[in-house]
């Protein structure tokens, strides 16, 4: 993103710079609710399965400044990708170790598609109410800028999140998607996962910065979004019949 704005700026193209520094300022809102409520879908949940750590550590907050990582938020704006300050948990609290690591790491990416779908609920609704409600097709063409801001919001919101939830889910440590893998797979390859995890550490961000990674959730985020489309068509069905 920050990338973006500084190659826009170097090309010296005016309405690249603007929608690259459009694009920021409505990133910035997404991140401020989006990664916070990861953590602390990440804290609930062990509370919920017998750890307090997280709230002892002050972090069953919405508050940012409790989960946010400086390094992490500033990789997010230039990059597209980031991290959150990582929640304690001390799983010797849990009665089922394992099983409990996995579901504490699932809350997070699992609290992100939530968010994901109602921005995306949320966008299409508006869209539908504008082709069917006067008022709000009047409103829409008098504040246009107003208007697509508004929309570009909601899908920078459900993009974001969307992302945000595959790329976690990604089987590799210190991802959350480790925790439901080491639940998953038996023990003799949990073993070898462990013993490799240097390697495989380093085979990932070699990944992550060639685009690779990127391109992955990219394209599996697509199929996550072409989902929630197909349900929200469903459920926009009367409104849409409306017309």
Known sequence: MLISLFRSMMSGDADAVRYALIGILLTVPVLLISLPLHELAHAWAAERLGDSTPRWNGRMTMNPLAHFDPIGTIAMLCFGFGWAKPVPVNRRNFKNPKKAMALVGLAGPAANLILGFIGSLLYWLLLALSMNVQAVASF????????????????????MNIFLAV???LPVAPLDGSRIFDFLIPDR??????????????VFLLLVFTGTISSVVSWLGGYVSDFFDTVIAW?????????
Do not use: C, G
Request: avoid cysteine.
């Open 235 to 243: 459920i926009l069905k009367p409104f849409l019949s409306m017309r």
């Open 189 to 202: 390859l949990y073993n070898f996962m462990v013993k490799y995890d240097r390697v495989i550490r380093v």
């Open 167 to 169: 790329f976690n889910l």
């Open 140 to 159: 829409a063409i008098q504040h246009t800028m107003l208007w697509m801001v508004i929309q570009i919001l909601l899908s920078n919101f459900a993009e």
